[in-house]
Every structure is written in structure tokens, then in C-alpha cells.
């Protein structure tokens, strides 16, 4: 199994920074509430299951894998002043401010897709105190957290070598222009998946050869009352 490693920003941040986690254990609050069956919609007379978006093992899957990176400290965060963000952090952590934030010109991403009606035309850059290296042939995926729960800050994503280069720096956020208050300590930032490296190409299937495949599977998928694809088709994924 390969391993993927992180690496303290410096001794004094490791001293209270939430260390990263694989992402299974950070599973949204909005997920844990969803019921997994709409009862009003169940009939196993007639046939029929009226299964929800928690019997859907691709949202799982992806709300579940890799890992994530947290806030390292409280962040007061005051996003209103469309010139401006206001940010601050607990008076004994003020002399981290300047390694934890840091800011882009306008000019680095004026052409960037941005509603500025929401969202702030400035991006917030936050050390997380991590960095994440992987074994030689894997890149890590940087994104948001897939299916979290809404939060002020939408991270940028992007795709980084981190077999040849440790992560190392801030990660840009996206932030609601109508926020103010706090961003809570441990609270998921960044979701990083990491992906082995290989050359793709495409191939454009004729139907003739795609039917018979895709009726097969969708006969299969549809042969049991819920859980067909988690049976027959899912490969389980484990981040340790």
C-alpha cells in the first residue's frame, strides 16, 4: 500500500495545528442527518425502493477519499467590505499571522471565474501547517471538500507532483463576500486525493459493441431492490 506522508510546518504550529486525517473520518454533518430510504416511497409489493443521495456510494466514495487538511486555529474572517478582507486569529497565535495568511493581486487572477456578487473579488490564502509528500509515479489532487457542508471558504483546486515537490505553501480560497464570524479550529479546508500518474487516450466506443455491455450492466444493477451497484460493481478504497 502506498504511503503518503506530511511534514510539520515547524515545531511550534505542530504543537497545536490538527493533524491531517483521512477524509472517512470527516464525513459532513449534512450526510450523517440524510436518511438513506424515503419510506413514503418504499413498496417491495410493487417493486420499488425509494432510496436516497446516502445509498449513492459514488457521493461516498468521493466525500471519503484521501484526506484533509483543517484549519489551524480559530480565523475570524469578516468578507462584507467588497475592498477589503478582515481576518484575524487568537491574540497568542498573532505573531503566526504572517506565515498563515497571505493574499494574491487581483491582477494574478482578474480572468478567474469569480461572482463577485457572492463572492469576494479578493482570494484568502491560508498556510495549513502540513505538507503532503507521495511516493515516486503519485500526484495528490488538491479540491474543496467534496459534499461538505456549506462553509465561507471554497477552496481553489489544483493538481500538484507531490512525489517531486512537497506541498509547500498556501492554499487559495474562495470567500463568501456575506460572511462574518468565526472559522472553527479543525474545521476541513482542503480535501487531497492522491492519484498515481499514468498517459491516457480516448476511444470513442460504436454502439453496436457498447449495448450488449451496457444492458448487461444495467440488468445486473437492477436485479437486487437497493445496494446493486455496491454488490456488483464497487471496488472498495482504503486511506489509512
Known amino acids: 500500500m502506498p504511503t503518503i506522508s506530511f511534514y510539520p510546518f515547524d515545531e511550534e504550529t505542530s504543537l497545536f495545528t490538527p493533524e491531517p486525517e483521512p477524509a472517512s473520518k470527516n464525513v459532513p454533518d449534512w450526510y450523517k442527518k440524510q436518511p438513506a430510504e424515503i419510506k413514503m416511497a418504499t413498496s417491495y409489493e410493487y417493486g420499488q425502493v425509494g432510496s436516497t443521495v446516502k445509498k449513492c456510494m459514488p457521493i461516498f466514495d468521493s466525500m ?3 484526506y484533509i487538511f483543517k484549519a489551524p486555529c480559530d480565523i475570524y474572517l469578516d468578507g462584507t ?3 477589503r ?3 484575524s486569529v487568537p491574540t497568542p497565535l498573532k505573531h503566526l499571522e504572517e506565515k498563515l495568511f497571505a493574499t494574491h493581486a ?5 480572468e478567474y471565474p469569480i461572482n463577485t456578487e457572492k463572492e469576494h473579488k479578493h482570494l484568502l490564502r491560508i498556510m495549513p501547517f502540513w505538507s503532503a509528500k507521495t511516493p515516486p509515479g503519485y500526484s495528490t489532487l488538491v479540491l474543496p471538500p467534496l459534499h461538505g457542508d456549506i462553509g465561507p471558504l471554497r477552496a481553489i483546486p489544483g493538481f500538484i507532483d507531490t512525489d517531486k515537490f512537497i506541498t509547500d505553501g498556501h492554499f487559495s480560497f474562495i470567500v463568501d463576500r456575506t460572511f462574518v464570524g468565526v472559522i472553527k479550529r479543525g474545521t476541513p479546508l482542503a480535501q ?3 492519484v ?3 498517459d491516457w487516450e480516448m476511444r470513442l466506443v460504436p454502439f453496436e459493441e457498447s449495448e450488449p ?4 450492466q444495467r440488468l445486473t444493477l437492477r436485479s437486487v431492490f437497493v445496494n446493486g451497484y455496491k454488490m456488483f460493481f464497487r471496488s472498495k478504497k482504503e486511506y489509512k
Not at 487581483?106 to 482578474?110: K, M, V
Not at 455491455?213 to 448487461?216: A, L, N, R, S, Y
Open 81 to 83: 467590505n467588497p475592498n
Open 85 to 87: 478582507l478582515t481576518y
Open 64 to 66: 471519503s477519499a484521501g
Open 106 to 110: 487581483l491582477q494574478q487572477y482578474d
Open 196 to 198: 498515481r500518474r499514468e
Open 192 to 194: 487531497l486525493i492522491p
Open 213 to 216: 455491455e451496457i444492458m448487461k
